[in-house]
């Protein structure tokens, strides 16, 4: 005898939902044991995609059930990686008031071993495999089921909303819906999700034929695109849903060293003749502003010739008294280490290494700063000791010893910088590291492991100008700029930063 179709619990719930037998005062009966658990289960899925209930609020309910201190936050954040989650919210985990997290891992029974193993109890934070996030976003954070968003009819819909906003990032990933970043936090627009043709389509629309050969061959491409008024710097990925596009909007206007609050130590530095200067900060922490801030001051007030190494071309660094070369890699060079090289033989008095990526680079570039150059160049490291450490490290062991007599002599100063969004209003304040080249700098460069006691120097060097990133977020905070918790966030050393508060040290 023949049988229908088997009925799943999948399809009994989405009967009692679609006939409105099911609801939310019986979601915690029904979820059983189930709503104790810091993930969500298939059947919590399907009250998500259903449109029963939001996502917020569900981790609510279970966040109840189970004991756990939530907040309703409709923006729960999210961190696509748990080693990031360990590293950057393990400030959040000890606030007075948690912060909701969710984290995309692989395998949930082993996430929370590692993350109970870490912090020596269960942390505060919902995990979530990646096929139940990519149905997460398919529902906006008031519970819309997706059908019922209105669809992207082209990016610049999209780059006119970033505009809007005031948008620093804009993200777009196949399956998935618009996401912006505005004032340092992710916001994602009620629209339909983007589809791989959509994405190719819209893509070609910004980047020339080149670029779109480049990315179709190598999965990776990067270019600056101007609409209207507006600059934006994008770059074209791929994962395992097909195209990604990231784009950054790149002021117009270059800021003055006042505008941003560069620190008086800083701005000394458009001073010099000579040496290296090194701005650091992950991606994203204002680090082309700082150095377009300061190749502005020089090319205003100084007669000097400036040639600029970058990828790509972000800010247009005005003329002024100098002369003023700005290069973009695989237009006017084909690599640092050769755009360098030439670069080097046109005159220069200032030379910006755009990124210092690689050992070719970071050789080259010493070498310029020791001919009499001055040059300015960028890492993604988080402090002066890490920056040591990471120059140091780029060499092979028998020519390390040369290398840190070579940086006691011609590197004068590292700033680490990060941005936080103000308390008060909305936008971001930056918050500077400062080390400058003294005798006991010089000498903590010169040992093998006086990059161990750098930190040390700097908050005892404070009368020369330095300060530590700690002793810059305790600042902010005291003058009521930033809030505490973010602030914390951003300190390399909580402890430090929470003794630096609790004693009154500046």
């Given at each position: 005898m023949a049988t229908g179709p088997a009925i799943t619990s999948?399809?009994?719930?989405?009967?009692?939902?679609?006939?409105?037998v099911l609801h939310e005062s019986d979601l915690l009966t029904l979820l059983g044991e189930a709503r104790h658990s810091v993930s969500l289960n298939e059947l919590e899925m399907v009250l998500v995609r259903q449109g029963v209930i939001s996502s917020n609020r569900l981790l609510l309910l279970k966040g109840a059930a189970a004991g756990l201190p939530v907040y309703d936050d409709p923006k729960v954040k999210v961190d696509k990686s748990l080693d990031d989650l360990i590293v950057r919210r393990l400030g959040a985990f000890k606030l007075d008031r948690p912060i909701p997290t969710v984290a995309i891992v692989e395998d949930v029974p082993e996430a929370i071993q590692k993350l109970t193993e870490y912090f020596g109890?269960?942390?505060?934070?919902?995990?979530?495999?990646?096929?139940?996030?990519?149905?997460?976003?398919?529902?906006?954070y008031k519970g819309d089921s997706a059908d019922r968003l209105q669809q992207v009819g082209s990016i610049f819909e999209i780059l006119d909303e970033a505009i809007r906003r005031r948008a620093s990032d804009i993200h777009l990933s196949a399956g998935m819906p618009p996401t912006m970043r505005v004032d340092g936090m992710l916001i994602h627009l009620p629209r339909q999700p983007l589809s791989e043709d959509f994405l190719v389509d819209q893509a070609s629309q910004l980047a020339t034929s080149e670029k779109m050969e480049t990315w179709s061959n190598n999965s990776d491409a990067d270019f600056a695109f101007t609409y209207g008024a507006a600059r934006f710097r994008v770059n074209l990925g791929r994962d395992r849903r097909g195209m990604t596009i990231a784009a950054r909007k790149i002021p117009t206007e270059v800021p003055t060293m006042q505008d941003i609050k560069l620190p008086e130590a800083v701005q000394r530095l458009v001073d010099l003749d000579r040496g290296l200067v090194l701005v650091v900060g992950p991606t994203g922490s204002g680090k082309s502003t700082t150095l377009a801030s300061m190749l502005a001051a020089i090319a205003m007030n100084q007669k000097r010739h400036i040639i600029t190494l970058e990828d790509p071309i972000e800010f247009m660094i005005p003329t002024g008294r100098s002369v003023v070369h700005q290069r973009e890699l695989n237009q006017s060079f084909l690599s640092?280490?050769?755009?360098?090289?030439?670069?080097?033989?046109?005159?220069?008095?200032?030379?910006?290494?755009?990124?210092?990526?690689?050992?070719?680079?970071?050789?080259?570039?010493?070498?310029?700063?020791?001919?009499?150059?001055?040059?300015?160049?960028?890492?993604?490291?988080?402090?002066?000791?890490?920056?040591?450490?990471?120059?140091?490290?780029?060499?092979?062991?028998?020519?390390?010893?040369?290398?840190?007599?070579?940086l006691s002599y011609i590197l004068k100063a590292v700033v680490a910088q990060t941005l936080i969004p103000l308390a008060a209003t909305k936008g971001r304040a930056a918050a500077f590291e400062v080390m400058v080249s003294t005798p006991a700098i010089q000498n903590n460069l010169r040992k093998v492991d006086g990059h161990a006691f750098l930190r040390q120097t700097i908050e005892t060097s404070s009368r020369d100008g330095m300060q530590t990133m700690e002793m810059a977020l305790v600042d902010l905070v005291r003058r009521g700029t930033v809030r505490l918790e973010d602030a914390e966030q951003r300190a390399p050393d909580p402890e430090s930063f929470r003794r630096r508060l609790d004693r009154g040290e500046s």
């Open positions: 999948k399809k009994l719930l989405a009967a009692l939902l679609e006939a409105d109890t269960k942390p505060e934070v919902w995990l979530i495999t990646a096929s139940q996030f990519d149905d997460l976003y398919q529902v906006n640092f280490p050769a755009g360098l090289r030439q670069a080097l033989r046109q005159d220069p008095d200032v030379v910006l290494v755009g990124e210092m990526r690689d050992l070719e680079t970071i050789r080259t570039a010493i070498t310029a700063a020791e001919t009499g150059h001055l040059v300015y160049g960028t890492l993604h490291t988080f402090d002066a000791p890490s920056t040591i450490g990471r120059l140091v490290s780029s060499f092979p062991a028998e020519e390390q010893d040369q290398i840190r007599a070579q």
